[in-house]
């Protein structure tokens, strides 16, 4: 049972353009949300998160929005570089726990 | 930043033998370490949570007795493949945790197992 979904296993955008990645997920327990970078042959790196009592959060070129009531979360980049092409994973834990379920990731290719 | 070291990176090894991973926090204690494997198109699945100086807590499916793991120290953790088999072959990475909060997950780079 998949509780942390990455629908789009890749995408494919212009530099410059916004890059969005999307994450739902099942378990209504999840209060803590992550994004992930990875590049081949890399442990992922961590980007932004978002806790549950936000609907956003930004950094810079990076925002995660949380729809709680639709259990989606995004991750927009703007502008999107050749060098954020990587894997994007989403990830969540539930009450304080530090246990992680990661989403498949997506393959984001940013296209000079 | 908070630096975790993973090594090896790659090592092919034989069927049947054993192979060790080592996780090792480079600038800070790491209370819990997690160990995760990860199959071609897959996420990343958690093999087992290591708190130091206790036993490592294994997720429902994980062999305890097959994928040892030893967290000694504040600063290492390692993970043992024992009579490794073709299926074994796949990307394990560690992160390393400080105390409380998610803010503290740092990553290794990651081991390339390929068992022939």
């Known amino acids: 049972d998949q509780q942390v979904k990455q629908n789009s296993p890749s995408l494919s955008v212009q530099e410059g353009r916004i890059s969005i990645l999307n994450c739902d997920y099942t378990n209504s327990m999840f209060d803590y949300f992550l994004w992930y970078k990875k590049y081949p042959a890399e442990g992922p790196t961590f980007l932004i998160s978002?806790?549950?009592?936000?609907d956003k959060n930004e950094d810079g070129r990076f925002t995660v929005f949380l729809n709680k009531s639709a259990k989606h979360l995004s991750l927009h980049i703007v502008p999107s570089q050749p060098g954020d092409s990587a894997v994007y994973f989403c990830a969540a834990s539930a009450g304080g726990s530090e246990k992680l379920v990661f989403g498949k990731g997506t393959k984001l290719t940013v296209n000079p | 930043g908070a630096v975790v070291s993973q090594h090896p990176s790659r090592v092919i090894c034989k069927s049947g033998t054993s192979v060790k991973i080592e996780c090792r926090s480079l600038d800070f204690q790491a209370t819990t370490m997690f160990w995760y494997r990860q199959f071609p198109k897959k996420s990343l699945m958690l093999m087992a949570t290591s708190n130091e100086g206790s036993k490592a807590t294994y997720e429902q499916g994980v062999e305890k007795d097959k994928f040892l793991i030893n967290h000694a120290s504040l600063t290492l953790s390692t993970l043992t493949v024992t009579s490794a088999h073709p299926e074994d072959s796949s990307f394990y990475i560690c992160s390393a945790s400080t105390l409380g909060g998610n803010y503290g997950y740092t990553f290794g780079s990651g081991t390339r197992l390929t068992v022939v």
């Open positions: 978002i806790s549950s009592i936000k």
